[in-house]
């Protein structure tokens, strides 16, 4: 009788009976940031002193509109900062919701995964190894488990836990005993099989008495945002220092102490590039959204500046460029050879069936045990005892419990391992290796059958048991239909494929070249991999792209060669043994669907599908996240050098100030929804799939970009200033501010224009942000030219006609010429 049958869990109304009376399976989650907490945070910030600053001024002066106007702009742009925050939060909430942990149970009398927060006490809960438990209980069935409590204990060495006896189950149980039968949230089972009882939950559990999560690990700002942080503090300070330095020179020159010290702080506000670190919060936080719709799930931010600069890509062919959906397609014997799909198999046949069968998991998990337990269900129960695979023995061993205190033994797994348990001499070897390479030429994952009997109790090792080989079993694993034009997509991005698979050298190439990945330097095994110095094998790799019977230990050297070559390395694993390589690479990812928590918690992305069409499908994300980023701080830098200079230099040139505070305030309020949706928001790159990696040590923000922006800028404050200074020769000093304002703020919108479509098409639909921006401020810039009570606050007029043509053209050329460039290269790459 199998566990579901013995133990059918509670039924699922009973389960919601009882959610509805503890709670759900989590503990409080991390307060969000209030709405007056970052309001106060903000007003911390230097611009925003110094708009209050300036506000205070013009009240204090008895310039009540200017006052008014500042103190409006400053609650504007703080209501703005909140909006891109509930923005950021909704993202990562949604995040939250996809990488909530799962937890496999049976209701009903049936095996079903659910959300590990709708675990009830009284829920049978299936445990496995690589598998964190989300919940206390209480182990009732299945083998002996090895767990690591170090997050509760501290001791790093794992326990040993025990079936509960039918009395045990109350009382309050520590952390740290051996041989209990108490499991608890939060650990980790490093061993073994079971079914365990849930008894708490949520807060109530050991983990949350301690109010302790290991779920939710607070996030911490990447690199990137430290340095930008870091800059935007620093040049807070000297545009304090600035702002004093141009107040006291302006008295001093002109004594006019006020007027000083309004040039002061315009000056400062518009050299603080305070948009650098909301932008790059923002653009994490959806770029991370993007991602997890394209069923890649990001678990550590930073990982978004690295996508972009992969070089080789590691994956397992099972699951990843293959369907994971195995099915029996051979069954070998030395009476004969049969395919089950075409009609019933033969007696000797089933009788090999019927063994596989009780060498697969009960509740199986593994796509091959699945396969094998659809064509035989084999005996109910529980076997005695089970030998799980291991790097020393690639086979799993169960032992079942016969008539009269007899036992049966079943073994399966890979060839060379049961050949080796059987004890075959080498001529019968050499005979069965034949028939396993055949099998395999034709792309089928061959797995060996041994089985032994004994009379009373089975041996402690089972290589003091006499195996007898049984048989051959062939599975398919059919390639995924969409995996070809991935790797076509990934050679054509620069980007080398390398297939890693414990399978026989034989199926990874038949694989691998249906996938259509370069076989010609053929195929490197793992006991090669591991027998090679690394200088060796990290020439090997230069050219090896099909890795077979490699095990999780090797594939830590394999990514440790790459990156000895100068590899940017991902790499791709599902199993407790592959942490150490998801660690070691540039970018680990996880796989979704059959990875285990500590391959997860290893890694920096989860692939939500396990298939490799969403790792090219991340790469591709990642460099546009990569490409709009960068463009969005080019603009950033580039329109603040127009607006300093503009503040700065008709103070050198003698000339009547251009900019006031609240006129930078306007270009600020643009300036921050144009970065945070028409930047992110900006479709890829045609060409970005068509080139290489970029370098790993090409910063995102370095100084060929810095360079861009200074030309850029200097660009547009040089056709402002040219248009202020040409109408001050024949214009009232309000009509010529007018102009140079309308050409700067025109400007502005052009160059958002010219650095955010990157050659693309004006009015697709990723720009309707853009439309709507512009024409919003511009409708604003009108009523600020055209109605006399706002002209007056922005001490500026309607321009003439002539005027109006002037700084229109010089908008158009100063912003624009960027655009022109770009479609110039673009049309020499065609």
């Not at 209701?107 to 590990?116: I, T, V």
């Not at 460099?623 to 603040?640: G, K, P, S």
Request: charge should be neutral; aromatic fraction near 4%; hydrophobic fraction near 55%.
């Amino acid at each position: 009788m199998s566990t579901a049958d013995a133990h059918p869990g509670l039924s699922q109304a009973e389960a919601e009976r009882r959610l509805a009376a503890v709670g759900p399976n989590e503990l409080p989650r991390p307060v969000a940031r209030s709405v007056p907490r970052i309001v106060l945070e903000t007003l911390r910030e230097p611009m925003f002193l110094l708009l209050l600053g300036a506000a205070g001024l013009y009240l204090a002066l008895g310039d009540l509109s200017e006052g008014l106007f500042l103190t409006a702009g400053a609650a504007v742009a703080i209501g703005l900062v909140i909006l891109q925050e509930a923005r950021s939060e909704r993202a990562l909430s949604a995040l939250r919701e996809l990488a909530q942990p799962l937890a496999r149970v049976i209701r009903d009398g049936a095996e079903q995964r659910l959300p590990a927060r709708e675990l009830v006490p009284g829920d049978l809960l299936l445990v496995g190894e690589g598998e964190r438990l989300p919940a206390d209980a209480l182990l009732v069935a299945g083998d002996v488990l090895r767990v690591d409590e170090s997050a509760l204990t501290g001791e790093s060495a794992p326990v040993a836990k025990r079936l509960a006896l039918a009395e045990e189950g109350g009382g309050d149980p520590a952390p740290g005993e051996a041989l209990s039968p108490h499991l608890f949230a939060g650990t980790l089972v490093v061993a073994g099989q079971g079914v365990a009882e849930v008894r708490r939950t949520g807060a109530g559990s050991a983990i949350g008495r301690i109010g302790r999560s290991l779920a939710d690990i607070p996030s911490e700002p990447t690199p990137l945002q430290r340095t930008a942080g870091r800059l935007a503090g620093i040049l807070g300070v000297l545009a304090l220092v600035f702002c004093a330095g141009v107040a006291v020179a302006y008295g001093l020159v002109r004594s006019d102490w006020i007027d000083g010290a309004l040039a002061g702080i315009t000056f400062a506000i518009a050299l603080i590039p305070e948009e650098f670190p909301m932008v790059l919060a923002v653009f994490l936080a959806l770029g991370a959204w993007r991602l997890a719709t394209r069923q890649v799930l990001v678990r550590r931010s930073a990982v978004i500046e690295t996508l972009g600069a992969a070089t080789v890509l590691c994956v397992d062919k099972t699951g990843t460029l293959t369907e994971n959906r195995m099915e029996v397609a051979r069954l070998w014997t030395r009476v004969g050879e049969s395919d089950p799909r075409a009609g019933p198999p033969a007696a000797d046949a089933l009788a090999l069936l019927d063994l596989a069968a009780l060498a697969s998991a009960v509740r199986p998990t593994d796509p091959m045990d699945r396969a094998v337990r659809r064509l035989a269900q084999g005996r109910p129960g529980e076997p005695e005892r089970t030998w799980p695979l291991t790097a020393g023995r690639m086979a799993v061993i169960q032992v079942w419990g016969e008539a009269g205190g007899a036992r049966l033994a079943a073994a399966k797994g890979a060839p060379e391992a049961i050949f080796t348990l059987c004890r075959l001499d080498p001529n019968e070897t050499e005979a069965l290796q034949a028939a396993v390479s055949r099998l395999a030429v034709e792309g089928l994952r061959v797995l060996a059958v041994a089985s032994a009997r004994t009379q009373g109790g089975f041996p402690d090792e089972p290589a003091q048991a006499d195996f007898a080989f049984a048989g051959l079993v062939g599975f398919l694993d059919p390639l995924r239909p969409e995996a070809a034009a991935a790797l076509a997509e990934a050679r054509g991005a620069g980007i080398r494929v390398v297939m890693i698979t414990g399978d026989h050298p034989a199926t990874a190439l038949a694989i691998a070249r249906a996938a259509g990945l370069d076989v010609g330097a053929g195929v490197l095994t793992g006991a090669e991999v591991a027998a090679m110095p690394l200088d060796a094998l990290a020439r090997r790799l230069a050219h090896a792209q099909v890795f077979a019977r490699v095990v999780p230990e090797q594939k830590l050297r394999i990514v440790e060669a790459l990156k000895a070559d100068g590899e940017v390395v991902a790499m791709t694993g599902d199993g407790v043994n592959d942490a150490p390589a998801l660690e070691a690479a540039h970018i680990g990812i996880a796989m979704g669907r059959k990875g285990t928590d500590v391959a997860r918690e290893a890694a920096d992305l989860v692939l939500l599908d396990d298939s490799f069409p969403a790792i090219v499908g991340g790469v591709r994300m990642g460099r546009r996240i990569f490409a709009n980023l960068r463009r969005a701080l080019t603009y950033i830098t580039a329109i603040h050098v127009p607006i300093a200079g503009l503040a700065l230099a008709p103070i050198l040139l003698g000339l009547p100030p251009m900019l006031f505070p609240m006129h930078v305030v306007l270009l600020e309020l643009a300036v921050d929804p144009t970065c945070a949706l028409v930047f992110e928001a900006a479709r890829s790159d045609a060409r970005a799939m068509r080139r290489p990696p970029r370098p790993r040590d090409e910063p995102l923000f370095g100084p060929a970009q810095v360079g861009v922006a200074l030309i850029q800028g200097l660009g547009v404050l040089t056709g402002v200033l040219a248009v202020y200074m040409l109408a001050l020769q024949d214009h009232p000093e309000a009509q010529a501010r007018g102009a140079a304002f309308l050409a700067l703020v025109l400007g502005n919108l052009v160059l958002a224009l010219a650095d955010s479509s990157g050659g693309g098409r004006l009015f697709s639909r990723d720009r309707v942000a853009y439309w709507l921006i512009a024409a919003a401020v511009l409708a604003v810039l009108a009523a600020v030219l055209a109605l006399p009570a706002l002209a007056a606050v922005f001490r500026v007029a309607l321009p003439s006609a002539d005027l109006l043509a002037l700084a229109v053209a010089a908008a158009l050329a100063a912003g624009g010429w960027p655009a022109v460039v770009n479609r110039l290269r673009l049309a020499r790459a065609r």
